[in-house]
């Protein structure tokens, strides 16, 4: 299972024939595990735990660029046709974390990878860098947001307005997704056994369509592979993929 599924995603092709690579951005608030993903999926591919964008625990984003990440189907391997962009992560105070004008410019692909975001406003139009004519290969074709399974209950409400505000600013056109971290954490069940995740009745609970919430178990403190984590981390790709 775990071989046909990275050779879904390896062979995947855009409908249009203009966009060689999905671009599927992730959005959530700070520690939720956007970078570690990532960071999860090029593992998968590399066939060992490794480590490339930024991530960790803290109370502000490790994140404070814009990142667009590239995996490759192995170390000398071509890149695969997906491209998982990162944002600064979404904070509580005022003027902390990206600003929705920012999240706008993203998903129209107006802003240039290693953008250095700036709480206290967005790029303007007329800056250096800034993308006035972007293709559709530079527009996001999927926005996923990403939330910590262990700690939907205590959100604060702030977050919550922050989300709301991205998710009105989402064009109707974007698919969005919903990605699930650290399921082990939210469930004994599934700590017990990941296998467990879709017959967790906490997942179920949580009042969204089963297809669009992808529950996934990032690599943080482990050292080797597990197939089953595997599975359920290449799982997020390929429903990311079929949104697209």
């Keep these: 299972t775990k071989t046909e599924m ?34 999860s999926i090029n593992s998968v591919f590399r066939g060992h735990v490794t480590s490339q964008a930024i991530s960790g625990s803290s109370s502000t984003s490790l994140t404070t660029q814009f990142r667009t990440f590239s995996v490759k189907a192995g170390r000398e391997g071509k890149p695969l046709p997906l491209i998982l ?65 262990s700690k939907i209950s205590i959100m604060s409400t702030k977050i919550e307005e922050k989300l709301k505000a991205i998710r009105r600013t989402v064009n109707l056109m974007i698919p969005q997704l919903l990605l699930l971290t650290k399921v082990d954490e939210a469930c004994a069940l599934v700590r017990e056994d990941v296998r467990n995740v879709y017959r967790s009745g906490y997942i179920k609970e949580l009042g969204v369509p089963l297809s669009c919430i992808i529950p996934v178990k990032n690599y943080s403190e482990e050292l080797e592979l597990d197939t089953n984590t595997d599975i359920l981390l290449l799982s997020a790709v390929v429903q990311m993929l079929r949104f697209v």
């Design 85 to 149: 962009c990162d944002t600064m992560g979404l904070e509580e105070g005022v003027g902390a974390g990206p600003v929705i004008d920012d999240i706008s410019n993203i998903l129209k692909g107006h802003l240039p990878d290693r953008y250095q975001f700036n709480p206290t406003g967005p790029l303007q139009s007329e800056a250096h860098g800034f993308c006035k004519s972007p293709d559709l290969k530079d527009k996001i074709h999927c926005v996923t947001y990403v939330l910590d399974a």
């Design 6 to 39: 990275m050779e879904s995603i390896q062979f995947y092709k855009p409908l249009n024939s203009s966009v060689t690579q999905a671009r599927v951005l992730l959005v959530g608030p700070v520690g939720v595990g956007k970078s570690s993903f990532f960071n």
